[in-house]
């Protein structure tokens, strides 16, 4: 039996709890975006083909949203859907994403909508990209249809998730779309994000002052360990994931996203000499990693407070964990999950009584998704999918967060739910 934790920590009242998923990993068969081309490549594990088909069974996926609890759901929407063709917006599609927006409304579900989860229209892959100088101007269009279009309906704009993942990966590291390793257009597609998001924010504000605006970070905690290349290069990677896009949109953020998932901890193996971005190898520098873990990543629960502390130090802004969640290939009985959420959630408390202003949790996964390179086979959900039946089955982990939550929250939830190890 795991050891458990007991307190009675209480998170603020108004304090967001929700999961969180994007649309390309759930909807299925976005085929009119760059990442279907890029897997048709065979550039990926395997297709993502009909994912978790949410875009025809997200009745079914709010039903589990309001019988876990949870009062807010970050989703993306998916730009080929809604701009299939240059300028050419998708009227059905736009009512489609207006009803799901609704449903959860209806529900009492606060809505926080990633306007860009990673992936393009092919038009728009094709004749420009984020390297190219106009892509600032479409791609604020499309922000601007959907503000008109659904604005009432979203809460809280997520405008880019996490973009020095692909800007890193598909400009520098050629293992996401577009491919490159060119650090030229890495530096316009960089100045490019940075101007559209800009735009963008400017351009939700004039419609709806109140709304909150912002970008998630990919923000691991770098171990700034040591002195030499390896303690200089753990310090390039929090400069490059965090400051290098965030000191140029510095005054235009509501509040800062966090997704959160484990320490990065630099050092240099020279059998890895390189450059092989899909596994982490930098010329040498590699990151260290955890064999048991399905994604090789370390869990690190503290570095959770440490990130937010830092967050609130550099941009004293509030905070929204946007992501935080855990690979593994089990079935229902994910202890290490609920482990996972616990710890990760006491030093997030712990961050709150010592004044920083966290605004709202949300857990990744809802569901089992398509994992990006790795096709299927890292599951991060609370539930469990079956994606030949497409059957959905709550986890452990889907009860004892479902607990955490309704007591808002007692974070010895597990403890009435029987696992062992
Ligand atoms: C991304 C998700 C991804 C998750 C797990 C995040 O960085 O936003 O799309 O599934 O990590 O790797």
Redesign the pocket.
Known sequence: MKTKTKNNLKFPKDFLWGTAT?AY?IEGNNSNSDWWRWEEKGKTKEKSGRACDYWHKFKEDHNLLEELGVNSYRLSLEWASIEPAENCFSRENLDYYRKILKDLKSRKIKTVVTLW??TSPLWFADKYGFHHKKSSEIFSRYCQKVRDELGDWIDIYVVF??PM?PLGMGYLGGAFPPGYKNPFKFYRALSNIARAYIKVYEIIHQKYPQSQVGI?Y?YNWYEEKGFGPVGLLNKISQWFRIDLLGNKIKDHQDYIGI?Y?RIGRMKFNRRRIKLDAKNQNYFGFTVEEDKKNV?KWITYPEGIYKVLKEAQEKYKLPIYIL?N?L?TNIGLDDWQRIDFIESHLKFVKKALSEGVDVKGYFH??LLD?Y??LYGYG?R?GLVEMNYKTLERKPRKSFYAYKKMISENSNLSASESIMHTK
Do not use: C, R
Request: hydrophobic share 30%; no cysteine.
């Open positions: 994007s990993q989860h990673w998730n996490e993942v998630s990919l997704d998932y994604m992501e969640g690979p990744w996964s998704n994992e990006w890292p991060f």
